[in-house]
């Protein structure tokens, strides 16, 4: 990993771990000054935040780089869920083999949420050779914006 720990007071390790159970169980900075504690490592939860706040970007870079290639073929949906009882579109991208590539709630189901996912995907994921979508008007418009920008861009 090509992240620096200069001048860091506590061990690679630790930084990461504490990294890693804040951002992956979401728990108060006092609860996981309590965890650090009961595995012997006397951290402050200010200093847990610094961590968090400066080092969580760079690991995310850092994964990022590391991420496999995707399926070039995908298949594209949407539907709505209730979310804190209101309604919500859940639009989501999978690749040939089911693994989900990218996913995104919006209040609309409409031509710009579906370029504003469509963007997204493709952002994180690179243009894939085919897109499978249903029969719905917003994702079409949504896949014709994403393949102008492919042409503007080819």
Not at 52 to 75: D, F, N, Q
Request: proline fraction near 2%; aromatic fraction near 14%.
């Amino acid at each position: 990993m090509t992240i620096d720990f200069k001048g860091s007071h506590y061990p690679r390790d630790v930084i990461l771990y504490a990294a890693f159970f804040y951002v992956r169980y979401a728990v108060s900075y006092r609860d996981l000054e309590e965890i650090m504690g009961e595995r012997g490592v006397g951290v402050d939860h200010a200093t847990l935040n610094r961590w968090v706040v400066k080092y969580a970007p760079l690991i995310a870079i850092e994964a990022h780089k590391r991420k496999h290639k995707t399926a070039v073929s995908w298949r594209m949906d949407e539907t709505y869920i209730k979310v804190k009882g209101k309604r919500a579109y859940y639009y989501r991208a999978i690749d040939k083999f089911c693994k989900t590539l990218d996913f995104m709630l919006s209040e609309h189901r409409n031509e710009a949420a579906a370029t504003a996912f469509f963007a997204r995907a493709i952002r994180n994921n690179g243009f894939p050779d085919r897109v499978v979508i249903d029969k719905s008007g917003a994702n079409f418009a949504g896949l014709q914006n994403m393949n102008y920008l492919l042409l503007l861009n080819g």
